[in-house]
C-alpha cells in the first residue's frame, strides 16, 4: 500500500514545455499543491490535474467518474493487442483469473480515454477498492497473460516470479497533477521537483523523450574528402571527437567540438561535426559531457565507442573510419532456403576451428580465416553431416578482456563491427572482408547463415551507458537498471533511436557480408512490437530473411505472442520434453503434440517452431541423458547411443525447423559442465570422436538426407496440414508410439509410418490392417541405421501389429 506522507514520488516530462508529477496518494485537500521546479529557470505557468490516460498508462485502471473504476489498456504504439483480432479479457482475485476468459462480462471493449483508443472494462469500484488489495492482469481469448510493464508503480510478484498489478485504493488517479512552464526546458540540463515541505526528485523525460529521431546517417560517413561524424547523444552537454591516424602514437591525438543540431522533431539530439578531409582507416572515439543522471560515467575522459562504427580495434574502441566502397557489399546469387526446408546446426567460430584437420597457423584457428579454410576443406564436417544451414553463436564485436581469451559472445560492444579477435589484423579491419569470406564460403556449400544476435544487453565497457542511459536502457520505479536478461542492464529496445541501431545493424550484416537471417538472443526483452517492426524493416531488404526468436528472458515468454507474426521461436518445451522422453517419462499423447509441428499455442504455421533438443547453454546432450553416475557422457553407453538415436529419429520426424548442436552427432561432451561461456577446451569439437562414433554420425546424416529428400516432403510444410494428416497409434499404459504420415493422402500417394519405444521392454502396437495392407512398404530405418528393405506382406504381421523393441524405432514409406 502506498506511504500516505504528502510528497512527489516520480515526476517526468511529457514535452519540453509540460510535465507530470506523482504524488504518494491522492491529492484531496482544497487548494492546489504546491509544486517548485529546481534550478531557477521557467516559471510554472499553470497546474491542474493530469488526464485520466495517464493513471491508466502507469496503474492500469483509474476512476473515471465517482464510484466508477475503468480497467484500462491503450491501444498505441507498444501493444502488441490487435483489437480487429484479439479479444481480451479482464482476469484477478475477483473473478478467478482463468475463469475470465471467453466471459462477456470481463471482456474489454473498444473505447477512447482522454481522446486516444484503449480497450477498456468499467464497472462500480467498491468490490475494487478494498484491503488488502486486489490483484488482476490482462489475458486474450488464447490464454496469453499480457506482463505488466517493467515500471509500473503497482506491481507485484508472487513466489513463482509472475508479476501482477494491484488495485491501491489511495492511487486512483488523483494522484497525478500536470503543469507547463513558460519556455522549453533543456534537456542537458539535471531538473528537480518538489512539493512544498517533501524532498526534490528529479524531472526524468518521459514517453516524447524516447521517441526522438532521426533519418540522418550516423557514424563515421567518408564523402570524398571530407568526413562527417555523427552521434545519438540527447541530453549531451558537450560532445568531443578523438582522432588518431597511428595507434603508434598514442600522443599525436587530435580533437574536434561537436556541434549540436536544432531541437527539432526531426533530428532532435545529434551532433555532428565535418572535418574537410577523408579519413579512412583513422581511428577515432568520443568523451562526453554529461550530467550524473544522464550516463555513468566514472571518469568524463572515458571513451566512448560510436555505436555505428562499422570495425572497431577491441571491445573498448577505437573504432576505424572506413569508406563505404572499401566495406564492399555481400557476394550475390545465393538462395536462402525455403524456411521449412532447412535444416540447422548452432556452432561457435572457434569450436569449429579449433581443431579442423586443415593447415591453418593458431592465429587463423582463432577466428573467421581459420574457419573458412575448414568451410573450404573437402572434409567439411557440417557438409558431410547433411545441413543446409548453420547459426552462427555471436560475431559482433563483445567483451572479452583479451584477443586469446574464449568467449561465447553474449555481450556485445558494438553492434556492426566483426569481433575483433576472430580478425587476423583488427588495427587494419581485416575482420570485415573475413567474415565476409567466410560467409561467401558457407554459401558455396550450399550452406544459409544465421547470425546469433544480442540486442536486449551490452557487455563491459557499455558504450551505450556513457551516452545516456534512460534512452537507452530499462529502469525500474527505483532509477536502477532493470536485469531481466541476467547480464546487469536490459536495452530499451522500444527507444526510437535503439530500435533504429538494432535495424540499421541487421541491415549492414545483410547488405555488407549477405548474412541470410538472425537468431535473437532473449527477444522476449525486446517486446513482441518491436520485433514486427524489425521484421518489417528487414524484410524491405531480404524479403526471405530468416527471423528466429528465443522467446523468453528471466521476465517471461512471448512465443505464443509471436504466434501473429512472422518470427520463428527456439521450442524450449520440445528441448525439454524429448530429453524426458527418450529416458522412458514421457507420454505419448504429448509426443503426439511436438510432432505435429508444436500447433495451437506456440506455432501458428509448421516452420514458427525450432526443433532442438541442444544449444550452447546448459550441459550437452550426452551429459544430460548419460547413464554414467557423474554425469559425463564423454564415454557413452550403449543405452546413451540408443537413446541419442532415438533424440535424432523424433527431431528429423518432427514438423519444424530441425536445429542440431554442432558435434551432438559423435557425442560431443562437456564432461558435465554446464555453463562453459569461457570454456574453449570443452566446447571445441574434437573431430576425432566423429571416427570414433562413425555409426552415429552416419545415422544422423541419413536422418538429415531423409528429412531434405523426396519422402521428407511429407514433414516439410509450409502451411498447417490438414486435420487427418497424421493418424496416431498408441497402446495403453506406454510411451510407444506409431504415426502415419499423410493419411488422408492430401499431400498425394506417398505415406510414411514411424513407430517408436523409448521403454524397457518390447512392445506391440496397433496398426489397423488397412493400412499395414497398403503396401507395399519399405522400410528405410531402424534404431541403428538407414537401409531399404522391401516387405511385401505388410508391415510385420496379417493382423496389422508392428512390433518395435525396447529403446527402438522404426521408419517405413510406402508409394502407393
Given amino acids: 500500500m502506498a506511504d500516505f506522507t504528502p510528497a512527489i514520488v516520480r515526476a517526468w516530462l ?45 496503474f492500469g485502471y483509474v476512476l473515471t467518474a465517482p464510484g466508477t473504476i475503468a480497467f484500462v489498456l491503450p ?84 513466489a513463482n516470479g509472475t508479476s501482477n498489478q494491484f488495485v491501491d485504493p489511495a ?27 517533501g524532498p526534490a526528485v528529479q524531472l526524468a523525460p518521459g514517453r516524447f523523450f524516447f521517441e526522438l529521431h532521426s533519418d540522418l546517417p550516423l557514424g563515421a560517413t567518408v564523402e570524398r574528402d571530407r568526413t562527417v561524424f555523427r552521434l545519438f547523444a540527447p541530453r549531451a552537454r558537450a560532445v568531443t571527437l578523438h582522432l588518431q591516424s597511428d595507434l603508434a602514437a598514442p600522443d599525436l591525438v587530435t580533437t574536434q567540438t561537436l556541434v549540436r543540431r536544432a531541437d527539432t522533431a526531426k533530428d532532435a539530439g545529434i551532433w555532428e561535426v565535418t572535418v574537410m578531409r577523408n579519413l579512412h582507416r583513422h581511428f577515432y572515439w568520443y568523451t562526453l559531457e554529461v550530467n550524473a543522471e544522464a550516463a555513468i560515467l566514472l571518469d ?21 573510419v572506413l569508406e563505404r566502397s572499401w566495406v564492399g557489399w555481400a557476394e550475390p546469387g545465393f538462395k536462402t532456403p525455403a524456411w521449412q526446408d532447412l535444416v540447422m546446426v548452432e556452432a561457435h567460430v572457434r569450436d569449429l576451428a579449433a581443431h579442423a584437420p586443415v593447415n591453418a597457423t593458431a592465429l587463423e584457428r582463432r577466428g573467421f580465416t581459420g574457419l573458412r579454410k575448414w568451410v573450404e576443406s573437402p572434409e567439411f564436417y557440417l557438409d558431410e553431416l547433411g545441413v543446409n544451414c548453420v547459426e552462427l553463436q555471436p560475431i559482433q564485436e563483445f567483451d572479452n578482456r583479451t584477443p586469446e581469451e574464449y568467449h561465447w559472445g553474449y555481450m556485445t560492444n558494438n553492434f556492426f563491427a566483426p569481433e575483433s579477435s576472430y580478425a587476423l589484423a ?19 556449400r550450399g550452406l544459409a547463415v544465421v547470425l546469433d544476435v544480442v540486442y536486449n544487453h551490452v557487455g563491459e565497457p557499455a558504450h551505450l551507458l556513457g551516452i545516456d542511459r534512460l534512452y537507452y536502457f530499462e529502469q525500474g520505479p527505483d532509477g536502477k537498471l532493470t536485469n531481466w536478461s541476467g547480464c546487469g542492464n536490459d536495452l530499451r529496445a522500444s527507444a526510437a533511436m535503439a530500435k533504429r541501431l538494432i535495424i540499421d545493424s541487421c541491415r549492414h550484416l545483410i547488405e ?149 548442436a554442432s558435434g551432438q552427432d559423435f557425442f560431443h561432451s562437456k564432461r558435465g559442465v554446464s555453463n562453459t561461456y569461457q570454456r574453449g577446451d570443452l566446447n571445441a569439437l574434437d573431430y576425432r570422436r566423429m571416427y570414433r562414433y562413425l555409426g552415429t554420425h552416419a545415422y544422423f546424416a541419413d536422418w538429415i538426407a531423409f528429412r531434405r529428400g523426396p519422402h521428407g516432403i511429407l514433414l516439410r510444410h509450409f502451411s ?97
Fill in 300 to 320: 568524463p575522459n572515458q571513451a566512448v565507442l560510436d555505436p555505428y562504427a562499422l570495425a572497431t580495434v577491441d571491445r573498448g574502441g577505437p573504432g576505424i
Fill in 75 to 158: 491501444i498505441e504504439h507498444g501493444c502488441a493487442i490487435d483489437p480487429a483480432k484479439d479479444r481480451l479479457y479482464l482476469a484477478g482475485d475477483f473473478n478467478g483469473w482463468q475463469a475470465a476468459v471467453g466471459a462477456a462480462a470481463w471482456e474489454l471493449k473498444p473505447a477512447k480515454l482522454d481522446g486516444e483508443k484503449v480497450l477498456m472494462w468499467t464497472g462500480p469500484a467498491e468490490k475494487y477498492l478494498v484491503d488488502p488489495p486486489v490483484r488482476f492482469k490482462y489475458v486474450t481469448g488464447e490464454h496469453i497473460w499480457l506482463n505488466p510493464a517493467n515500471d509500473a508503480p503497482n506491481v507485484v510478484r508472487d
Fill in 512 to 660: 555488407a557480408f549477405g548474412v541470410d537471417g538472425f537468431r535473437f538472443d532473449l527477444a522476449e526483452l525486446l517486446g513482441v512490437d518491436v520485433l514486427r517492426d524489425i521484421e518489417t524493416a528487414l524484410k524491405k531488404v531480404k524479403p526471405d530473411v530468416i527471423l528466429i526468436a528465443e522467446p523468453w528472458s528471466f521476465r517471461g515468454h512471448i512465443a505464443g505472442a509471436l504466434r501473429d507474426t512472422g518470427w520463428a521461436s527456439w521450442n524450449d518445451g520440445y528441448r525439454d520434453f524429448v530429453r524426458e522422453y527418450v529416458l522412458g517419462r514421457g507420454a505419448a499423447e504429448r509426443l503426439e503434440y511436438f510432432l505435429r509441428g508444436s500447433p495451437w499455442y506456440f506455432a501458428k504455421w509448421p516452420a514458427q517452431t525450432v526443433n532442438y533438443t541442444q544449444s550452447h547453454d546448459d550441459k550437452a546432450w550426452i551429459d544430460l541423458i548419460t547413464e554414467n553416475p557423474d554425469g559425463d557422457g564423454f564415454q557413452p553407453t550403449a543405452n546413451d547411443r540408443r537413446r541419442t538415436h532415438l533424440m535424432a529419429a523424433v527431431l528429423f520426424m518432427s514438423v519444424g525447423i530441425p536445429m542440431l
Fill in 426 to 444: 583488427p588495427e587494419a579491419a581485416s575482420g570485415l572482408r573475413e567474415f565476409r569470406d567466410l560467409v561467401a564460403a558457407f554459401h558455396r
Fill in 720 to 816: 498447417r496440414p490438414s486435420e487427418g494428416f497424421f493418424q496416431f497409434f498408441r497402446t495403453k499404459d506406454s510411451p510407444a508410439l506409431a504415426v502415419l504420415c499423410n493419411a488422408d493422402r492430401s499431400k498425394g500417394p506417398m505415406r510414411a509410418l514411424f513407430a517408436i519405444n523409448p521403454g524397457p521392454q518390447d512392445v506391440v502396437l496397433p496398426i489397423p490392417v488397412s493400412v499395414s495392407t497398403l503396401g507395399p512398404w519399405r522400410q528405410l530405418a531402424d534404431h541403428e541405421r538407414f537401409y531399404e528393405r522391401k516387405v511385401t506382406g505388410g508391415l510385420h504381421s496379417p493382423a496389422g501389429e508392428l512390433l518395435v523393441p525396447a529403446l527402438g524405432c522404426s521408419l517405413w514409406v510406402c508409394e502407393a
Fill in 14 to 58: 511529457d514535452s519540453l514545455t509540460s510535465g507530470v508529477v506523482e504524488l504518494r496518494r491522492n491529492w484531496s485537500e482544497g487548494s492546489l499543491p504546491v509544486i517548485r521546479l529546481a534550478p531557477k529557470g521557467p516559471k510554472l505557468k499553470a497546474l491542474e490535474p493530469a488526464p485520466s490516460l495517464v493513471a491508466a498508462r502507469a
Fill in 171 to 197: 492511487r486512483t488517479g488523483d494522484h497525478y497533477w500536470r503543469f507547463t512552464v513558460s519556455r522549453p526546458l533543456d534537456l542537458a540540463q539535471q531538473w528537480l521537483v518538489s512539493m512544498a515541505g
